[in-house]
């Protein structure tokens, strides 16, 4: 059976700093893995996805992440983060059932 | 191009009484998913369309909970009767599978059902 487990509920951060955002996932076949933001009364909408090649890969908005298949993790980072960018981040990963499974999520607040 | 829409946006009714929500996929979306996201949680699949046969609703409730997608487009997930551990958000995503299993889901803005 998959899982993903995002270890920080909440993050903040200061305008203009760097962040990470954790997910790991547990899985016995190939996966496929995604990012996802969800802001406030909004749907969820695709920030990047790992489905394979390069293990570093950039989204939008800025943001990247990078696959690591030893340490079955695939973090979220930016550089320099704004105020736009406070919301709620979801992990997800398929192994090619066409299912989901998303992580609890990480509540990111970006401070002034 | 016009997203994924879903009405209504908010609803609120008394327990035991039964409530539908509506979802319109992006034009040529084939797959079409139903997802129930319950506070503090990642949303997790109901119901997945495949145009319009149900190829996996292993995750939903069928003594309350039933879909339908007519003609492979539109659909509408309905409860009947509500229970008050149905308050959630449900949401509903699109995505054309013509790539394989990692076609991107398109999201739309979900409903937010509470049940009193």
């Known amino acids: 059976a998959q899982s993903v487990t995002q270890l920080d509920s909440q993050v903040p951060v200061f305008e203009e700093a760097p962040v990470e955002l954790r997910c790991n996932y547990s899985s016995s076949v190939s996966v496929y893995l995604f990012w996802y933001v969800q802001y406030p009364n909004q749907g969820l909408q695709l920030l990047l996805k790992?489905?394979?090649?390069?293990?570093l890969v950039k989204g939008i908005n800025g943001f990247e992440a990078e696959f690591n298949k030893s340490q079955t993790s695939f973090h979220l980072r930016k550089p320099s983060v704004h105020i736009s960018d406070t919301a709620e981040y979801f992990c997800a990963v398929s192994s090619g059932t066409y299912k989901y499974i998303f992580g609890t999520g990480t509540r990111l607040k970006v401070l002034a | 191009e016009a997203g994924v829409v879903q009405s209504p946006r908010y609803k609120i009714i008394e327990k035991k009484q039964p409530v539908a929500f509506w979802c319109n996929p992006i034009s040529g979306h084939n797959t079409l998913y139903w997802y129930l996201q319950n506070l503090g949680q990642g949303p997790e699949l109901l119901i997945r369309y495949e145009n319009e046969e149900a190829v996996d609703d292993s995750q939903l409730p069928k003594d309350r909970f039933s879909a339908e997608r007519l003609k492979g487009v539109d659909s509408t997930l309905k409860i009947q009767p509500a229970e008050l551990g149905d308050s959630a958000v449900y949401l509903c995503?699109?995505?054309?599978?013509?790539?394989?299993?990692?076609?991107?889901?398109?999201f739309g803005p979900g409903t937010r059902l509470t049940v009193l």
């Open positions: 790992y489905l394979s090649g390069s293990t």
């Open positions: 995503a699109s995505s054309y599978s013509g790539t394989g299993f990692a076609d991107t889901q398109y």
